[in-house]
């Protein structure tokens, strides 16, 4: 029988793409964002794409592969810069971590992420439905046993109506150089595209990582009120 997934749950060695660029459509990526809560003023959009390969890389998840997307938040960062978030989108593979996340908040819906190297670029493909939905392409190169990067990403979520905080902490080896090349949002009826980028790309931030060991967190608690900027829709 397996066990309940309890929290905090743990990933290690997990392939990541994990990038931010300025939206197309301003208004309608803030529109995502709940009462309570202020994008920052470039309204700034967010996609992690990743791949667990094999079960004994996770504490009890098993393997899957996930995108979520969202936007930055106002008034939320943390003590380095790094902005809280809202999640908006959540496409898993695995059905116990989406009953995991979705008890949490997140907006879990099924789908599939592959991450294909050729050479030195790296092509990070999201399905839903069996379709491709985002293809985002970067020009990648080696990790170096000197340069780590460590820290904690604020998320925030909504249960039962009240908006929630949880860190996740993180510690990952990322690649130089590194280069967003393309981001494709393929099925314009989808809701997703309203968060599609501006042209030409305006990326914001970003990294790629053969190597990420982060946590999925316990301990979330309620929002302490924060005064925001006001939306500009």
Not at 2 to 7: D, E, M, Y
Not at 196 to 212: C, E, K, M, N
Request: net charge negative.
């Amino acid at each position: 029988m397996a066990s309940p997934l309890l929290a905090p749950q743990l990933i290690k060695d997990s392939r990541m793409l994990y990038f931010g660029w300025v939206p197309a459509d301003p208004g309608a990526a803030a529109a995502l964002v709940p009462a309570g809560l202020a994008p920052v003023a470039n309204r700034a959009v967010y996609i992690n794409q990743y791949v667990v390969d094999r079960p004994e890389q996770t504490s009890g998840f098993g393997a899957y592969s996930l995108t979520y997307l969202g936007l930055d938040l106002a008034g939320l960062d943390l003590a380095d810069g790094t902005p809280g978030r809202w999640w908006t989108h959540y496409f898993n593979s695995s059905p116990g971590m989406r009953g995991y996340a979705a008890e949490r908040g997140l907006p879990a819906q099924p789908g599939e992420t592959t991450l294909e190297l050729d050479g030195d670029v790296l092509t990070a493909t999201t399905l839903a439905g069996g379709a491709p939905l985002i293809r985002s392409r970067a020009r990648v190169g080696a990790t170096s046993p000197d340069v780590v990067a460590r820290g904690q990403l604020l998320y925030i979520t909504r249960v039962d109506g009240v908006l929630t905080r949880g860190q996740y902490p993180y510690v990952l080896d990322p690649v130089e150089p590194f280069e967003i090349l393309s981001l494709e949002f393929l099925q314009p009826d989808h809701p997703v595209s309203a968060l599609a980028p501006a042209s030409p790309l305006q990326v914001t931030q970003g990294f790629y990582s053969p190597r990420v060991t982060f946590c999925y967190p316990g301990g979330e608690e309620p929002l302490v009120p924060i005064a925001a900027a006001a939306r500009e829709l």
